[in-house]
């Protein structure tokens, strides 16, 4: 018995971990309206999808602000295409938090909040808004 433990322990530590989001969020706009303002938080790992139907040729613009942090507010995003597990078109990181993205093709996008850096390891807790809008 302690073997087969023993196996099954090894197993599942050599086996891929597929990273899934802890919350996904649907985005949908008002009628009439074209973006919106969502609040959310995030602590160390996490992470938060929110997912958006848009079409080729459109423009997505996205502006992340931290609102409040116990850490340093490392907060940043990624823009994904649609079907994409770690596929990114615009990294925060890289490029700032407030960005217009050219979209290449029809379908849900997904834009993932995360923390960087020591807020990631340390557990932080940040709050931040995030302005997204489709033209």
């Known amino acids: ?46 992470y938060l999808d929110y997912r958006l139907g848009a079409g ?30 770690w596929e990114v078109i615009y990294i925060s990181s890289n490029d700032g938090n407030s960005a217009t993205v050219d979209l290449p093709e029809d379908g849900t996008y997904t834009i993932r909040v995360y923390h960087l850096g020591n807020d990631e390891d340390a557990g932080a807790t940040s709050a931040f808004t995030l302005d997204l809008s489709i033209q």
């Not at 985005?27 to 790992?45: K, P, S, Y």
């Not at 423009?59 to 409040?68: D, I, N, P, S, Y």
């Open 56 to 85: 080729a040729g459109q423009q997505m613009f996205v502006e992340l602000a931290v609102t409040r942090s116990d850490g340093f507010g490392n907060v940043n995003f990624n823009v994904m295409p649609p079907g994409a597990e």
């Open 1 to 46: 018995m302690k073997t087969l433990m023993h196996f099954t322990l090894a197993l599942s530590l050599a086996l891929p971990v597929t990273a899934v989001a802890q919350e996904v969020r649907e985005v949908h706009f008002g009628a009439g309206n074209f973006g919106t303002m969502i609040e959310g938080t995030i602590t160390g790992h996490d």
